[in-house]
C-alpha cells in the first residue's frame, strides 16, 4: 500500500501480557472497582472504573492550563479556547503542561512520570518501565493537598504535543483510553503514549508528516523502515531509521549495502547519517563524508541512493559474546580490555553474540552505552539477559530487528533471535531462515547463522544451555543441508567442532563468569575468523588476561 505524504492517524494499543521480568510491576485489569482515593480532597476515584478518570478528565477539569515557557503554543493549537497561566502560577490544582525539565519536581515519585538518564536524555517511566526516546508523552492524574491535578509533560515537545493530541482526541470522543494501558494506583492514574512521525519534533501533526499515536503497555513501537519527511516517503533497506531530525535521516546500518528510496519525490533536499558502516570497504555515492570510523553522511535530493560492499575476497571477522557481568550495573573490566583489543584489530566488523548487560534494566545499558566505543561496526544476537523486561524496548531501540542478514564476500550472515519464544525459533523463524539460506544459495555465498543459545551444550553432561531439542534438531538440519557454519555464544566457554555434522563455534568468554576450566575452553577470549574464498574459514582464539 502506497503511504500518503498527509498526515494519517493510526492508533493502536500495545498491550502488556503479564508480569515485567523483575519488575514488580502489576498488570492491568479490567476490575470497574478500583482503589477507593485515601485522599479527602480532589477525585474520588473509587467512582471511576480505571482508564475514565483520564477518559473524563474534561468534565472533571476546566481547560485552564499551568503552562512550561516555550510551551504555550502548544496549548493553544490543540486546545485553542483554553486559558493559558504561566507555570509560575501553578499551586498543586488544575491542569499542568511542563517541559520535561519542570516536571521533575512536581512528578517526583509518582508511578508515572519523566526523568533524565543520561546518555538517553530524558525518558519516560511507568510503575516498572523506562521508555526511551524523543516521541513519548505521559498523563498523570492524581490529588494533592489544595485538590486534583493533571500533570501532561513528556521526553521532548514532540512527546508533550503527543500527549495533548491524545487528549484532545479523548475530550471529543474520537478516542478512548485503553484501560489495559492505563495505569491505576489508588488514587493515581497514568498513562505514557507515543508518536512516530513527527520529524521534525515540534509536537503537532503537520501535513507533510505521516502521523502514528499509540498507548503503551509495556512494549514500545518502532517504525523501522520509512518515514515521511516533508513530503517525501523515505524507504530504507539494509538499515533501520533510527531517528529524524528535522530534515536530517539517521539510519543504522544493518550490513554492507543499504538503499534509500523516496517515493514521489519533491525534490526536497535531505541530510542521511548513516551509522555502523565500515566506509573503508564501501562504494560511496558521490558527496558522501566519511564522519568518523563508521558514520558516513551525504546530504542530496536525488530520489534514490545506495552505499555498497567493495569486491572483497578475504577479510576478517571479530566475534565474542557474553560480556554482561555477573550482577550489577557496570560492565566488566575484561570486556572492557578486549573491546579495547578488539578495537586495535584489523578487521571488517564485529559480531557480539549477545548478553550486554545482566538483566535488561535502563541502568545497566546506560552504564553500558557510556563505554561503547568501537572502530567497525558492530552486529549483535540478542541475549536472554538483555532481552527482557525494559530492556527489549531499549534493544531496539538501540539496535533494531532482531532477525536480519546481510552479504560480504562470498558470505551470507544471518542473525536471529532464539532466546525470545523459551530458546526456540518459531515456524515463522524457520520461514525466513530458510529463505536467506535459499538467497545465499543462489548467490554462490556460504552462509553463516549467528544466534545467542547454540543446538548443543558441549560441556560433560551438559544441554541446559542449548536451544530447545527440537528447534535444535531442525536447526541443525538446515545448516547441514545448505553447509553452514555457525557463531553462538550463551555458555561461558570458548568451543571449536562439529556436531551432527555441523561445523560451529561457541564463543562466550567476553567477561561473563566461565562456565569451564581452562583446559575446557573456560577461559575470556575473542575469536578472529578470517573469511576465505571458497567458504574456508580460519579460526583464531585470542586469550584475554583479566
Avoid at 508523552?137 to 508533550?160: E, L, P
Avoid at 527482557?388 to 531499549?394: A, H, K, S, V
Wanted: glycine share 10%; charged share 20%; hydrophobic share 40%.
Amino acid at each position: 500500500m502506497r503511504r500518503s505524504a498527509a498526515m494519517v492517524l493510526l492508533v493502536l494499543v500495545v498491550v502488556s501480557a503479564g508480569c515485567i521480568g523483575g519488575s514488580g510491576a502489576p498488570t492491568a485489569s479490567s476490575s470497574t472497582s478500583p482503589a477507593t482515593s485515601t485522599s479527602t480532597v480532589g477525585i474520588d476515584f473509587g467512582k471511576y472504573p480505571q482508564g475514565s478518570v483520564i477518559g473524563n478528565w474534561s468534565e472533571i477539569f476546566n481547560e485552564t492550563f499551568y503552562v512550561s515557557a516555550g510551551y504555550e503554543g502548544l496549548v493553544k493549537h490543540y486546545f485553542p479556547n483554553a486559558k493559558v497561566l504561566p507555570f509560575s502560577d501553578y499551586r498543586g490544582k488544575g491542569i499542568a503542561v511542563l517541559s520535561p525539565k519542570d516536571s521533575h519536581d512536581v512528578l517526583f515519585g509518582k508511578p508515572v512520570h519523566v526523568t533524565k538518564i543520561e546518555p538517553f536524555g530524558y525518558v519516560a517511566y511507568r510503575y516498572g518501565i523506562h521508555y526511551v526516546g524523543p516521541w513519548l508523552g505521559t498523563i498523570s492524574i492524581f490529588n494533592t493537598d489544595n485538590g486534583s491535578t493533571m500533570v501532561v509533560t513528556g521526553t521532548s515537545k514532540a512527546g508533550v504535543g503527543a500527549a495533548l493530541y491524545f487528549l484532545k482526541e479523548v475530550k471529543e470522543g474520537k478516542l478512548k483510553p485503553d484501560f489495559r494501558a492505563v495505569l491505576r494506583v489508588g488514587a493515581f492514574e497514568g498513562e505514557v503514549v507515543q508518536e512516530i512521525g513527527d520529524v521534525n519534533l515540534n509536537g503537532i501533526p503537520d501535513d507533510d508528516e505521516h502521523y502514528q499515536l499509540y498507548q503503551l503497555g509495556m512494549m514500545e513501537h518502532f517504525n523501522y523502515y520509512w518515514r515521511v519527511v516533508k513530503g517525501e516517503n523515505v524507504t530504507v533497506t539494509g538499515g533501520v531509521i533510527r531517528l529524524v531530525n528535522g530534515t536530517t535521516v539517521y539510519i543504522r546500518a544493518l550490513g554492507f549495502n543499504v538503499t534509500v528510496k523516496i517515493e514521489n519525490p519533491r525534490n526536497v533536499t535531505l541530510k542521511y547519517v548513516i551509522e555502523n558502516v565500515n566506509p573503508k570497504l564501501l562504494v560511496l555515492p558521490r558527496g558522501a563524508k566519511i564522519i568518523g570510523n563508521t558514520t558516513v553522511e551525504l546530504t542530496t535530493r536525488e530520489p534514490s541512493f545506495s552505499i555498497v560492499a567493495k569486491n572483497v575476497s578475504e577479510y576478517r571477522v571479530l566475534a565474542f559474546g557474553d560480556h554482561r557481568p555477573p550482577s550489577g550495573d557496570q560492565p566488566p573490566e575484561v570486556f572492557l580490555k578486549i573491546m579495547d583489543d578488539i578495537n586495535k584489530e584489523d578487521g571488517a566488523f564485529v559480531i557480539d553474540g549477545g548478553d550486554l548487560v545482566y538483566s535488561g534494566t535502563i541502568y545497566q545499558w546506560a552504564n553500558l552505552m557510556e563505554v561503547w566505543h568501537w572502530n567497525k561496526p558492530v552486529f549483535i544476537a540478542a541475549g536472554n539477559h538483555e532481552y527482557q523486561g525494559e530492556g527489549i524496548n531499549i534493544f531496539h531501540y538501540l539496535f533494531g530487528p532482531t532477525d536480519y542478514a546481510f552479504s560480504l564476500g562470498g558470505y551470507r550472515y544471518i542473525f536471529a533471535n532464539d532466546v525470545m519464544h523459551d530458546y526456540s525459533l518459531t515456524d515463522e523463524q524457520f520461514a525466513w531462515l530458510r529463505k536467506q539460506l535459499e538467497i545465499a544459495k543462489a548467490r554462490g555465498e556460504k552462509p553463516v547463522i549467528i544466534m545467542h543459545a547454540p543446538p548443543y551444550d558441549p560441556r560433560p553432561g551438559g544441554d541446559d544451555h542449548a536451544m530447545s531439542e527440537a528447534s535444535a534438531k531442525e536447526l541443525l538440519k538446515l545448516m547441514r543441508e545448505y553447509d553452514a557454519f555457525g557463531i553462538f555464544s550463551h555458555i561461558h566457554l570458548y568451543w571449536n567442532g562439529t556436531y551432527d555434522g555441523v561445523h560451529f563455534i561457541i564463543t562466550g568468554g567476553g567477561g561473563a563468569p566461565l562456565y569451564a576450566p581452562p583446559d575446557e575452553g573456560g577461559f575470556y577470549h575473542y575469536v578472529i575468523l578470517t573469511m576465505e574464498p571458497g567458504g574456508r574459514i580460519a579460526i583464531k582464539v585470542v586469550k584475554v588476561s583479566p
